[in-house]
């Protein structure tokens, strides 16, 4: 079973900084891409940013310049550092990974999501 659980959100004031963590367990065979996605109240989700298993980056227009995806040396670790931030940037922010699995032989790629967490950004 593949999980991935997010943590480092909380409230902060316009202007601040957080760092996100995202860690994947499980019987991980590979993973490849993995990206940040974030959803505010009555809004659809979105992508924030992503990063391939090589390092390629890409970013939404909104964050960029202010916010860093980055993955850690055990490549089962995602991060976003995400600086100057502003109230719009309020939101749930979602890890998202795409991974290959070990399952008694079978080697299935699926899309996994994490539970959330908070960011709250203060005015």
């Known amino acids: 079973q593949v999980q991935l659980v997010e943590s480092g959100g909380g409230l902060v004031q316009a202007g601040g900084s957080l760092r996100l963590s995202c860690a994947a367990s499980?019987?991980?065979?590979?993973?490849?891409?993995m990206g940040w996605y974030r959803q505010a109240p009555g809004e659809q989700r979105e992508l924030v940013a992503r990063?391939?298993?090589?390092?390629?980056?890409n970013y939404a227009d909104s964050v960029k310049g202010r916010f860093t995806i980055s993955r850690g040396n055990a490549k089962n670790t995602m991060y976003l550092q995400m600086n100057s931030l502003k109230p719009e940037d309020t939101a749930v922010y979602y890890c998202?990974?795409?991974?290959?699995?070990?399952?008694?032989?079978?080697?299935?790629?699926?899309?996994?999501w994490g539970q959330g967490t908070q960011v709250t950004v203060s005015s």
């Open positions: 998202n990974a795409d991974i290959t699995s070990n399952s008694g032989g079978a080697y299935p790629t699926r899309n996994y």
């Open positions: 499980g019987s991980i065979f590979n993973i490849n891409a």
């Open positions: 990063i391939t298993s090589v390092g390629s980056t």
